[in-house]
T-cell receptor, first 112, second 113 residues
């Protein structure tokens, strides 16, 4: 099992550009989520999904879109990148919400 | 507001000394509690979790944590710290029947030889 994979590992964008961060898991987990990590703030939930076709907002959803067309994939889209979105992004999955969440290696995004 | 608090931003301990990292939460309902560790440049790894039952839980790498409902705390402990334990530690909480995992701000552990 590859577990949770994320691509790319690093990305530099200019303000206003759009892009998609990819996340995939091969553990047949229903629950997937996206977090951003900023110094001194821990991890904050952006969006999450409890199954294919079902998504919901987390704590900091503005500026991000998600969709879940398959159990395996949960991409995160930045519609128009802003410097405030400079952060490290983690994708995670679990069989159930209360179960252990498995994290990907992260994507370090810089918006200039 | 519902929150998770880790009062210590940084902690430095000597190798071989004991360790306690504090975590408090403000939820009124029954929580599920987790401790994760993040090594530099890495993702997060689960150390241990509490759902119900015995309030003292054992985790990987020699860590343990104790749930104290009366104090709304879930402190992480290790009797003897190793240099490889240097990392950032996160406490996290999800409510029973809830759907969001909320993290504390993290505690950075430094180990001096």
């Amino acid at each position: 099992n590859a577990g949770v994979t994320q691509t790319p590992k690093f990305q530099v964008l200019k303000t206003g550009q759009s892009m998609t961060l990819q996340c995939a898991q091969d553990m047949n987990h229903e629950y997937m989520s996206w977090y951003r990590q900023d110094p001194g703030m821990g991890l904050r939930l952006i969006h999450y999904s409890v199954g294919a076709g079902i998504t919901d907002q987390g704590e900091v959803p503005n500026g991000y879109n998600v969709s879940r067309s398959t159990t395996e994939d949960f991409p995160l889209r930045l519609l128009s990148a802003a410097p405030s979105q400079t952060s490290v992004y983690f994708c995670a999955s679990s069989y159930l919400l209360g179960d252990t969440q498995y994290f990907g290696p992260g994507t370090r995004l810089t918006v200039l | 507001a519902q929150s998770v608090t880790q009062p210590d931003i940084h902690i430095t301990v000597s190798e071989g000394a004991s360790l306690e990292l504090r975590c408090n939460y403000s939820y009124g309902a029954t929580p599920y509690l987790f401790w994760y560790v993040q090594s530099p440049g890495q993702g997060l790894q689960l150390l241990l979790k509490y759902f119900s039952g015995d309030t003292l839980v054992q985790g990987i790498k020699g860590f343990e944590a104790e749930f104290k409902r009366s104090q709304s705390s879930f402190n992480l402990r290790k009797p003897s710290v190793h240099w490889s334990d240097a990392a950032e530690y996160f406490c996290a909480v999800v409510l029973e029947y809830g759907n969001k995992l909320v993290f504390g701000a993290g505690t950075i552990l430094r180990v001096k030889s």
